[in-house]
């Protein structure tokens, strides 16, 4: 009730100081208008006097003089007028105002020698006293004064007070009102709403994370509330669940239990990841900037470790509106909706990104790895960009780190092999591990490139280099043996080089197999296939999905050959089967890839011509970056989902399907070259080269028994469930600390 009042008794004052400001400006035009009119009107009566009364001075008829006199005094608001000569004796006067002249004769004799007007009071009456100067003759002069009452004048003016005042009074009982009302409407009883919506959220009745509060007023408030909401029940879910786990005597990871191994294993301190993709981009769209996650399996892995166990995140600033959004020091909370962990970017020239990202990263070491027919392109002056960027990187890491005792840094993919040596050159007492997300060739395919022997140097500067196969974890060892001298221990899988141990490791990536649910939540409807496919216009009763960064290694061209082929095929199903491929546009820079996205397209559309219809294509390609929500929103709907990646380190599509399949439906048909086939044996697995198995397998997949697809979704969303992101983060971080706490002791 005090802040009501308060509030009531501010606006009160305001709007009196208001209104008396402008009443008392008001009130003073007012006074200056009549005045003004009253002396215009004595000006004019004052030209016809003297006409009238200029003949009876130049022939000295004095009653003449007074029957003029008394003639003007008739005149509205004038009291009268008075004739006075050169000398100041009065000549003639009005009857009416004669007796009050008489006893005012000095004051008047004053103002006519100051020829200046003035005022006289009369009894109660306020009388303004104009003077003008009357000639008659050749040199005769006299003076005429005009009596005019002006007390009306005062009079009025005390009205507007008047008028003010009571307008005033109604305003002041009609804020005090509506006042009342608007705080109770829109403050008093939201708040009350808002206070027993949070009661009963925080008795468990309130299920809903929609806080009552509606308005522009209450928007940072309804939205960090349903922020709260959610991760309330996030965290009540996560108690549940790992008290049903201790139940049943068993131990899945979680957030919670992540960041609670890691402040325990690194005693408190920060976890440093360094990547070339940053995990949130801004952009400029139009006036505002807008944050988006860019699209790569790399940012779907490791941002829930960071929101879990904090740190910061060490990457290259490639929006548009980037660094106009940090401060001094390039750094910004993320997410913007939920600040967890530290973004430091770093930003780079176009001759920098040009030869060290698209270069010499991806147009060389990208197609040396991956076993997909392309040749790989080194240029001298991409390498000297490529070693100028990780000597920058190397530089804005050791800044962070500076004052963090034996400080654990987990370095991301093929962008930063020198890295490691660099940073442990000036810091030996960092904890430096690399996971390389991509496949590792074997030794006579790595030897292409003329550097070799400095990117093996450079990560073995690591204490820990992840893989996602053991296959590959192999090739890497054959790689070092053949390139420089070293001590191999191939029993504990461990590189010896200047005295400095580096273990080498398979830890297959994950996915956050909760992620996909709370994506749906943010869907403002329950995914449906016919409004999903009404939305693109078009009509089917299967769906078969493809979800990919384009690029050649991931199978795209084959897996649409192989959707002709199968319509071919089956041409039952043409105008029933639709396949949607979302596409997110990457590297159009480097022309191989730019020849890529042509051949796609033309691929693409003479399919759908060959098979064109009316309501229905064979081959929907939606090319653009598509929010988790957005791509969760086509996991659900589909019935089959290919990936044929022609050579892939992991490919997290895959598990991202399989984690979205909360009701157990849809077929997983997946690349024998992809390292997810070894963790979901009970997808599909296929050769992508072999264009007439992936079309069998199409129409296996639609014509699988509904209980098989259920046992090979629940097998497969178990393999998740129990080995996610977070166990994967878990067993790289226990492995890093163990290795420096026993230093080797068995090598």
Not at 112 to 141: C, M, N, P, Y
Not at 566 to 594: C, M, N, W
């Amino acid at each position: 009730m005090k802040i009501t009042l308060r509030l009531i008794l501010s606006l009160i004052v305001v709007v009196v100081t208001v209104a008396l400001v402008s009443a008392w400006f008001h009130v003073r035009q007012e006074r200056v208008k009549r005045y003004a009119e009253v002396r215009a009107q004595s000006a004019l009566l004052g030209e016809g006097f003297k006409d009238s009364a200029r003949h009876n001075l130049e022939t000295g008829n004095t009653p003449r003089l007074q029957k003029v006199a008394d003639k003007f005094q008739d005149q509205k608001r004038l009291e009268g007028v008075a004739v006075y000569a050169e000398n100041g004796s009065l000549l003639a006067a009005s009857s009416g105002i004669a007796p009050e002249i008489a006893g005012r004769a000095r004051q008047i004799a004053g103002l006519l020698a100051s020829g200046e007007e003035g005022e006289l009071l009369f009894g109660d009456r306020k009388i303004l006293v104009h003077q003008t100067e009357l000639t008659f003759g050749e040199s005769g002069k006299a003076r005429v004064a005009f009596f005019s009452n002006v007390s009306f004048i005062e009079l009025e003016l005390f009205q507007i007070w008047k008028r003010t005042l009571m307008r005033l009074l109604a305003q002041m009982v009609l804020i005090s009102l509506v006042t009342l009302l608007v705080i109770r409407w829109n403050l008093v009883d939201p708040i009350a709403q808002m206070a027993e919506w949070m009661k009963r959220l925080r008795i468990g009745e309130e299920q809903g994370s929609t806080p009552p509060l509606k308005g522009d007023i209450f928007a940072p408030i309804a939205k960090e509330a349903t922020t709260l909401a959610k991760n309330l029940q996030a965290a009540r879910n996560a108690a549940q669940k790992e008290a049903r786990l201790r139940q049943e005597g068993e131990s899945l990871w979680t957030p919670e239990r992540l960041k609670e191994l890691i402040k325990i294993k690194m005693d408190g301190r920060p976890l440093f990841v360094v990547s070339n993709r940053e995990p949130y981009m801004h952009l400029r769209e139009g006036k505002e900037i807008k944050a988006i996650v860019p699209a790569g399996g790399l940012v779907t892995a490791l941002d829930p470790i960071l929101k879990a166990a904090g740190g910061t995140w060490i990457a290259h600033g490639s929006g548009d509106a980037d660094f106009e959004v940090t401060d001094e020091h390039n750094r910004i909370k993320v997410p913007p909706e939920e600040p967890a962990y530290t973004l430091r970017r770093i930003a780079l020239t176009k001759e920098e990104e040009d030869g060290y990202y698209y270069g010499f990263s991806n147009e060389g070491i990208w197609p040396l790895c991956h076993i997909a027919h392309i040749r790989p392109i080194f240029r001298k002056e991409d390498w000297e960009h490529y070693y100028a960027v990780n000597k920058k990187f190397a530089d804005t890491v050791l800044e962070e780190i500076a004052d963090v005792k034996e400080p654990c840094v987990l370095i991301q993919d093929y962008h930063f092999t020198l890295l490691p040596g660099m940073i442990k050159a000036q810091r030996p007492d960092a904890r430096v591990a690399v996971f390389w997300h991509i496949p590792w060739p074997n030794p006579e395919t790595f030897g292409i490139c003329p550097w070799q022997k400095e990117l093996v140097m450079g990560l073995l500067g690591a204490d820990l280099i992840g893989f996602q196969t053991q296959f590959y974890c192999n090739n890497f060892l054959d790689t070092v043996d053949r390139t420089i001298e070293s001590r191999i221990d191939w029993e504990h899988f461990t590189v010896q080089k200047e005295g400095h141990p580096t273990l080498v490791k398979p830890f297959p990536i994950s996915v956050d197999f909760t992620q996909p649910d709370r994506d749906a939540k943010q869907l403002p409807e329950k995914p449906d296939p016919v409004t999903v496919l009404k939305e693109l216009g078009i009509k089917a009763e299967k769906i078969g999905l493809g979800v990919d960064r384009i690029d050649y290694t991931k199978g795209m061209l084959e897996r649409v050959k192989a959707v002709e082929r199968f319509l071919e095929k089956y041409p039952d199903y043409v105008k029933k089967f639709t396949f949607i491929q979302l596409g997110a546009p990457s590297r159009t820079h480097i022309p191989q890839y730019h020849r890529f996205l042509a051949e796609l397209h033309a691929e693409v559309d003479r399919i759908n011509w060959r098979f064109k219809a009316k309501d229905w294509k064979a081959i929907v390609f939606l090319e653009k970056h598509h929010e988790h929500k957005e791509i969760t929103k086509f996991y659900k709907i589909a019935d089959t989902c290919l990936v044929t990646s022609l050579h892939d380190g992991m490919n997290l599509v895959a598990k991202e399907f399989v984690a979205a399949s909360d009701d157990h439906r849809g077929v997983l048909i997946l690349s024998r070259f992809a390292g997810a086939s070894r963790d979901l044996k009970d997808a599909l697995i296929v050769n992508p080269y072999d264009i007439e198995q992936m079309a069998d397998a199409i129409y296996y997949s639609l014509n699988m028994p509904k209980p098989e697809v259920e046992e090979r979704m629940t097998r497969m969303r178990q393999e998740i469930h129990e080995n996610n992101i977070y166990k994967w983060a878990a067993n790289l971080t226990e492995e890093l600390m163990k290795l420096r706490m026993d230093n080797f002791t068995g090598v």
